[in-house]
């Protein structure tokens, strides 16, 4: 987990020109769940996830999958990305 939210933190950083970035963990269920948002340039994701160059992106949902998660992305250009994870423990 730690290395996916890594990962979405330094992808912000180098591309999405956000100003702002939320994370949240929450514990519910037997559950954990990763909220993050931020407020960049936004992408694509269709044209993104799976190809080379998405390569973070797929990094990220291979960790969370590793973990035995699922996760979800939501973007779009001009208003950031929304991305949640559920990993059950």
Not at 1 to 13: D, F, G, R, T
Not at 20 to 28: A, F, M
Not at 33 to 51: A, P, Q, R, S
Not at 59 to 66: E, L, M, R, Y
């Amino acid at each position: 987990l730690y290395q996916a939210i890594k990962e979405l933190i330094n992808n912000a950083l180098k591309h999405s020109k956000a100003s702002l970035i939320k994370l949240e963990l929450k514990n519910i269920n037997n559950q954990i769940i990763l909220y993050y948002k931020d407020d960049g340039v936004g992408f694509d994701v269709d044209n993104v996830i799976g190809n080379s160059g998405g390569l973070g992106l797929n990094n990220i949902i291979n960790k969370i999958k590793s973990i035995k998660g699922h996760c979800d992305f939501n973007s779009r250009k001009n208003k950031g990305l929304m991305f949640m994870a559920v990993i059950k423990y």
